[in-house]
Structures are given as structure tokens and as C-alpha cells.
């Protein structure tokens, strides 16, 4: 099980939301990039950068912030990036500046020929974030609930050729309650590409449940706000996860 620490960009800085409201943002940092370096000397073996600005905006709005991020990991590690992609040209720019996965969101929802088209154009380097309530899809950073059922457009997505699924449970993101285990195994036994949980991992005992599910086609997990504040290290939780795998290999 990876498990990939988030830098969420708010302003030039990291923070961290609750249930992806923008006006809930905790600051942790206003060096993006020495945070990176953190996770990295922690033992992260991926990124997860989300530039919160362009999800509303719909269009990138802290590249300066992401290009020094990338610039302090180099290609130590993959950097998966989403938030405000809507065209080909600021994928390929985010690929040229180093990043390894773009994540469509909204734009998967809105414009699925976009996405459809991305694939096509960037085979393995598309992934596509479904963030839901109660089995409902949001988009525009969260603020919208639509009437898509996230199994069925996990399913459609799939047929494109998009490298993994993110599933976010919206109502425990940044919420340290736990992950939602029972839908993101619902999810990823209906697909064939890896989904990759977010939302709600506050402990050990979440990634020892994680852990337990990986056979089911879930590789990794996101964290975020347990690790900056402490309910969860980093690194004891990667090694925990790491052991956790050899035992069932």
C-alpha cells in the first residue's frame, strides 16, 4: 500500500480544507516546496499536488508554487497534479515541466471528450479524480453536486484508458473520521484500474484497514491533514503499510 502525502495549494501556500471548503483552509506552510522536500525525506514515493485556486477558477492559478515543488524533488519520485485542467495544452505543459500525472476532475464530469481525448493524446499519464457524496459526483472544486453515480462513470472512464480512479469521500476529506471503506471497495471491484483512496485517513487503524482491502485493486491512499498534524507519522505509517504487504505477499 503507497501511501501519497497531499500538498493542497491555496495563495502560494499549503493548507488543508475541510470537506473542500475553501473558506475552512488551514495554512501549514507557505514554502510548498520545503514541504515537499519533507515528505520526501519521510520516505514518500509519490506527490500528490492539488492547485485548489485552479479548481475553482478552472484554470491554473499556483504554477509558480508547482514548478518549485518540482524543482526541489526533481525526478526522485512521480508527482500526480490536479486542479483546474480543462485543455490539452495545460496537460502537456504540466508534463513538460516534470509533473508525471495529471488528474482531470471537473473537466472528466463536464466534458468527458476532453478527457476522452487526453488519454488519447497522453496514454499513462491520465487520472481521473471522482469525488462524490453519497455516491453522488461534485465538481467545480466540490461546490456542485451532479446527478452521476460515480460507478457508472468510473466505468465509462475506464473504457477511455485513464491510468487509475481517485475516489474522494467529500464528506470525511479533511475530516479524520476514516476512510470510507466499504464504497471505495464497492468502486474498485467494478473496475480493472487501480483506485486510489482519499478522504479521511486518520490513523493506523485506517491503514491497517486499507491494507487488508489492497487485493481488492486499491494500491495506494492519500493523507493529508493527519500527517501535518500529527495523528499519524508519516513514515511509521509507510512502514507499517510496507510490512503489512510483505506479510501478504
Not at 41 to 61: F, K, M, Q, S, Y
Not at 89 to 107: H, K, M, N, P, Q
Not at 180 to 191: F, Q
Request: glycine fraction near 12%; aromatic fraction near 4%; proline fraction near 4%.
Amino acid at each position: 500500500m503507497l501511501l501519497i502525502p497531499a500538498i493542497d495549494l491555496k495563495d502560494g501556500g499549503c493548507v488543508r480544507l475541510r470537506q473542500g471548503e475553501m473558506d475552512a483552509a488551514t495554512v501549514y506552510s507557505d514554502r510548498p516546496a520545503e514541504m515537499a522536500r519533507h515528505w520526501l525525506d519521510r520516505g514518500a514515493r509519490r506527490l500528490h499536488i492539488v492547485d485548489l485556486n485552479g479548481a475553482i477558477a478552472g484554470r491554473p492559478r499556483n504554477e509558480p508554487a508547482i514548478r518549485d515543488i518540482v524543482a526541489e524533488v526533481g525526478d526522485s519520485i512521480p508527482i500526480q497534479l490536479g486542479g483546474g485542467v480543462r485543455d490539452l495544452d495545460t496537460i502537456e505543459r504540466y508534463l513538460d515541466d516534470g509533473i508525471s500525472y495529471v488528474i482531470i476532475g471537473t473537466a472528466a464530469v463536464k466534458t468527458p471528450g476532453f478527457l476522452h481525448d487526453a488519454c488519447s493524446a497522453f496514454p499513462g499519464h491520465i487520472i481521473v479524480g471522482l469525488d462524490a457524496k453519497e455516491g453522488r459526483v461534485a465538481v467545480d472544486g466540490w461546490s456542485k453536486l451532479t446527478g452521476h453515480e460515480v460507478s457508472d462513470l468510473a466505468l465509462k472512464f475506464q473504457d477511455y484508458g485513464v491510468e487509475a480512479v481517485i475516489y474522494t469521500d467529500i464528506g470525511r476529506d479533511g475530516m479524520m473520521t476514516g476512510v470510507n471503506i466499504e464504497a471505495t471497495v464497492k468502486l474498485a471491484r467494478g473496475l480493472s484500474i487501480p483506485v486510489i483512496a482519499s478522504g479521511g485517513l486518520s490513523s493506523l487503524e485506517d491503514v491497517r484497514a486499507l491494507c487488508a482491502v489492497e487485493g481488492e485493486g486499491i494500491p495506494a491512499a492519500i493523507t493529508g491533514r493527519a500527517i501535518y498534524e500529527g495523528r499519524i507519522d508519516f513514515a511509521q505509517a509507510q512502514a507499517l503499510a510496507d510490512s503489512l504487504g510483505e506479510q501478504a505477499s
